[in-house]
């Protein structure tokens, strides 16, 4: 299983990004996908995730500013942030059962 995160980058406050997920070495189409952030000296928030079908939920501190969705025919993931925030800034990876991604670095700041 190989999770590879692009996307991130500094951004200012009120800014957006999309970050994304390849995913390869697993039959994609089958599993979840989530997408997790760690804030600078703090543990592992869960972000969001979408089932095989494409249902999503949300973590409370980004719903309404995040959106996930999935390629199945590319077998990405991504993440589409908005109205980004200071408390936003993390390191944010995806996961899939017990495998994760190096990461992709979001620091939010003017």
């Known amino acids: 299983v190989q999770l590879v995160e692009s996307g991130g980058g500094l951004v200012q406050p009120g800014g957006s990004l999309r970050l994304s997920c390849a995913a390869s070495?697993?039959?994609?189409?089958?599993?979840?996908m989530s997408w997790v952030r760690q804030a600078p000296g703090k543990g592992l928030e869960w972000v969001s995730d979408i089932s095989s079908g494409g249902g999503t939920r949300y973590a409370d501190s980004v719903k309404g500013r995040c959106t996930i969705s999935r390629d199945n025919a590319k077998q990405t993931t991504y993440l589409q942030l908005n109205s980004l925030k200071p408390e936003d800034t993390a390191l944010y990876s995806c996961n899939t059962g017990n495998s994760w991604g190096q990461g992709t670095q979001v620091p939010v700041s003017s």
């Open positions: 070495g697993f039959t994609y189409t089958s599993y979840y």
